[in-house]
């Protein structure tokens, strides 16, 4: 299959609803873990996008090499255990994607910053544990822990991209909350995407 399209977006910043849109629209999406391949039992490792990702870039050259069946990635980081990987912020494999997948289309799916923040600090240990006990790009251990501080970041992180791909036509930075939403997506891909929504929503940030 040929590598469609792939999202740049935090985690919690819509990637749950991009996947369920890109499923309905017929796509084969991968979302952060490939739970298909992983084995219930003791000791088995998760199997994450992200490490199958840098795995096909560095023994194969093709960051997709090792998930050939896969149209779309919605989301590609993750946080787990002392492990805190995030392609999102390596331009050199997404330049490596681009250049195995002509055609590739990237979308950045974001929300409001401090919204977005509110939904990190809420979901689990996220972020208050998690977040700022890591090494993340832009975000160096011992940051992250405030609201304040994961703002910048957020930010930070955005304009980078928009300063990576600027007058891309093959960019899109999408906030998943605006009414055009779907509309904006379906016309960047260049196909119908007959659900949007929300999907994965945090309750506790709502009511935070």
Known sequence: MTLAVVNLGLPKSGTTTLAQALARAGLKVADHRLKEREE???????????????RGYFERGD?????PEYE????MSFLH??????????FAL????????????????????????GSMMAW???GKTRIPASHIPGLPPGWGGSTGQQVKWIEGHYAN?????????????????DPDARARAAAHLGRDLPWWGQANV???ARTA
């Open 161 to 177: 991209l928009r300063h990576w791909f600027r007058d891309d036509p093959d960019f899109l930075e999408l906030d998943v909350a």
């Open 81 to 90: 255990g002392r492990h805190s990987v995030w392609p999102q912020c390596d």
């Open 40 to 54: 219930d039992r003791p000791g088995k490792r998760r199997v994450f996008v992200a490490n199958l990702l840098y």
């Open 94 to 117: 997404l330049r490596a994607l681009r250049d195995h997948h002509p055609g590739l289309k990237f979308i950045a799916t974001r929300r409001d910053a401090a919204a977005l923040s």
């Open 124 to 126: 689990n240990n996220l």
């Open 63 to 67: 960051p997709m090499a090792l998930m």
């Open 72 to 75: 779309a990635i919605s989301e």
């Open 202 to 204: 945090n309750r506790r």
